[in-house]
């Protein structure tokens, strides 16, 4: 009798895995099974995370350095993503906030701003899905953020936002548009709106966090999604009790999409009396 083939541990990558969500996220994902990929800036700390979970958990851990502003890092990351048969996961949860008045940001940092957390997560999940569609399993959470519903609030208490939080709701868009798209796949999509969270990612800015609300701990921010993407949730904010508050958001956005998009949709007569009054 030939001996048995243990099968291949299912496999999930996570983006910004040397801290914070990252890090709570590999240590959940570890703990129900999963071999990792690691990618992050910080060799030293994805190394020694990586060791931290195959001693606690036995998982295997492949560490990526990799700074995903860096097109050729980003392509690095995506051949890895594209060629893993074993892959059931992928969280793009890198990012920083780069807070700042828009009229005093460095244009730079609004590149690397578009760049980490709308091109680094639209080429990662192009090239998950194929093989997941293929395989007919597999969900892709990416991490967003509240900040994604906050348009219309001021910057005080909350920080200077508008390239973030439109890249945030970039994100929100892109992920219910996706699932749509994927309905009936075996594909799953996620986007997760944290509020604040009790990591670095906050004092590495330099932001007062003391007018802020209160702060989550990551693992829960980790456990929540996990939770939402095993429930079916398209979006999923942790600290949410009523998730019937986005039904009625979904509900509004519906209508207005509808009102504007009627049979023959004719000019608002608001915008009619004000242009006749000019």
């Not at 990416?142 to 920080?159: E, T």
Request: charged letters at 20%; aromatic letters at 4%.
């Amino acid at each position: 009798m030939a001996p048995s083939v243990s099968p291949a541990r299912p496999r999930a990558l996570v983006t910004g895995a040397s801290a914070g969500i990252g890090v709570a996220f590999a240590e959940g994902l570890a703990r129900a099974g999963h071999d990792l990929v690691l990618v992050a800036r910080r060799r030293d700390r994805l190394e020694a995370l990586a060791d931290r979970l195959e001693r606690d958990t036995g998982a295997q851990a492949e560490v990526v350095c990799a700074d995903l502003n860096d097109p050729s890092a980003l392509a690095r990351v995506e051949a890895i993503t594209a060629a893993d048969d074993n892959l059931v996961l992928l969280v793009n949860n890198a990012g920083f906030g780069g807070y700042k008045p828009f009229l005093s940001i460095d244009p730079k940092t609004i590149d690397d701003l578009i760049d980490i957390h709308i091109r680094a997560v639209t080429r990662l999940t192009r090239a998950a899905l194929p093989g997941m569609v293929r395989r007919g399993k597999g969900g892709i959470i990416n991490v967003a953020s509240v900040l994604a519903l906050s348009g219309n609030l001021p910057p005080d208490p909350l920080p200077f936002r508008a390239t973030y939080a439109g890249a945030k709701s970039f994100l929100l868009t892109f992920t219910q548009a996706l699932a749509g798209e994927l309905k009936d796949t075996g594909v799953q999509v996620q986007v997760c709106l944290p509020g604040r969270v009790d990591t670095e990612f906050h004092s590495l800015q330099g932001f007062d966090t003391t007018k802020l609300p209160p702060s989550m701990i990551a693992q829960d921010i980790a456990t929540a999604a996990l939770a939402g993407l095993a429930l079916g949730e398209v979006v999923c904010v942790p600290a949410l009790a009523d998730p019937a508050s986005l039904d009625r958001l979904a509900e509004s956005q519906l209508a207005v999409f509808r009102a504007a998009t009627q049979s023959k949709p004719a000019l608002a007569p608001r915008y009619r009396e004000a242009a006749g009054a000019s």
